[in-house]
């Protein structure tokens, strides 16, 4: 796959990158980020707010372009939301989900008024409402419904029946009137996330509609409800076999399904990959290339522990030589394996190279989303990667500057008399506030 024609992550702007940041490195085109943004939006309805889900990529420099452009941000942890705040993002425009809430995240979520926290259970939204109610606040909130059954696709489920997420529909009507009754909650809406890596927009809109009429049937039940949010899952083609997201097919849809709602209706989505994915590079060094068994194994410098999708469905396996002349002569199929000691790190299996050496560049397209943030970094001790910026005009500057071997020592005490320094209050990771 070959980068889309108006990227600034060309070969020799990559090349040049990892010569002076090194590698293993992310790049990134952030104008790319902000076009993809605003054909989202153009191409929606008035009534639907697009809030970039931070998890697919929690970079700041990311972040600020989106929050710079009049996105919001939906956060699921403190950390991300110490980003977005510092991305420039205001509580208005900041939603707040995902399970296990810990009482220092929803203390926090408060206290930095947001937009919305969406709630997972009855019990979760108890302990919302006694902190919004000691901090004399009213919360507005969504809750994530799991529904019973949904529209079955080409994505990865993520509303699995039966699985963590979300209050069962079937006690949904009973558990939305107890948080519509508790007081420091301002009960708005409802909140469904039912898959990701979707490239069908009519199955897209198929789960859309399901969502938007259980929140109907919701509503008729005389709760409060005005804000249906879809979730993200909109997916990019990793392959050249598979097909671009239809956004016009899907927004047609989405504009038709709004004409029967009520007018103080809104709908809210919260695309991660979709608007990330393609404007993200993985660039890597070769540093071995031998043959094992007659298997041909090209090692290089980030493995699993810097890009970990390729071990999951749905991720680019796509590799491409950077300098490649055409002029590179024969191609062999090779396995491109990273550093760790882990016979799962494997970048792609069976992918024909040209016959390279070490010291070559290789570069995986439409890495991020889901890249740096969702690592195993921890494993073996390797220095993070430096995540650098390409400019249109071909130059590049330092978004997050790469780790340090002894960053590894980082937080550790080897002796009780060694403690550690104690960390602010908000930076503690008990559950519960103090
Ligand atoms: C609640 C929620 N919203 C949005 C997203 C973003 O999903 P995607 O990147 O598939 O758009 C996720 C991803 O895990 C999520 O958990």
Known sequence: MSAPSATTLTGPALEAAADRFGTPLYAYDLDGVARRHRELVAALPDRVDVHYALKANGSLAIAARLADVGCGVDVCSRGE????????????????????????????????????????????????AAVATAAGRRQPVLVRIAPRTLPSGDGLVVAVPGGKFGVDEEEAAEALATVAALPGL????????????????????????????????????????????????????????????????????????????????????????????????????????????????????????????????????????????????????????????SGEDVLATDVELPRIDPGRRLAFRSCGAYGYGHGISGFSAHPTPAE????????????????????ALRDQSATPSATPERTPAMDRTTSHAP
């Open 388 to 407: 650098v910026a390409i400019e249109p005009d071909g130059s590049a500057w330092e978004m997050r500057r790469r780790g340090r071997p002894s960053a």
């Open 81 to 128: 939301l110490a980003v977005a705040a510092a991305a420039g993002f205001p509580g208005v425009r900041t939603l707040f989900t995902g399970p296990g809430k810990s009482d220092h995240d929803l203390h926090e979520a408060v206290a930095r008024g947001l937009r919305w926290v969406v709630v997972e259970s009855v019990g979760e939204a108890r302990r919302l």
């Open 186 to 341: 301002r009960l708005e809406g409802i909140h469904v996330y039912a898959e990701s890596c979707v490239l069908d927009a009519g199955h897209m809109l198929a789960i859309n509609t399901r969502t938007i009429a259980l929140a109907r049937d919701l509503a008729a039940h005389d709760l409060p409800i005005t804000v249906v949010d879809l979730g993200g899952g909109l997916g990019v083609p990793y392959g050249p076999d598979e097909p671009a997201f239809d956004l016009a097919r899907w927004s047609d849809g989405l504009r038709s399904r709004c004409r029967d709602l009520p007018a103080d209706w809104r709908l809210v989505v919260e695309p991660g990959r979709f608007l990330v994915a393609e404007h993200g590079t993985y660039v890597v060094t070769v540093l071995d290339v031998k043959t094992v068994a007659g298997r041909r194994h090209v090692i290089v410098d980030g493995g699993i522990n810097q890009l970990y999708r390729p071990n999951m469905a749905r991720a680019n396996r796509q590799v491409e030589v950077l300098g490649a002349s055409g002029q590179d002569g024969p191609t062999e199929v090779v396995a491109i394996a990273g550093p760790l000691l």
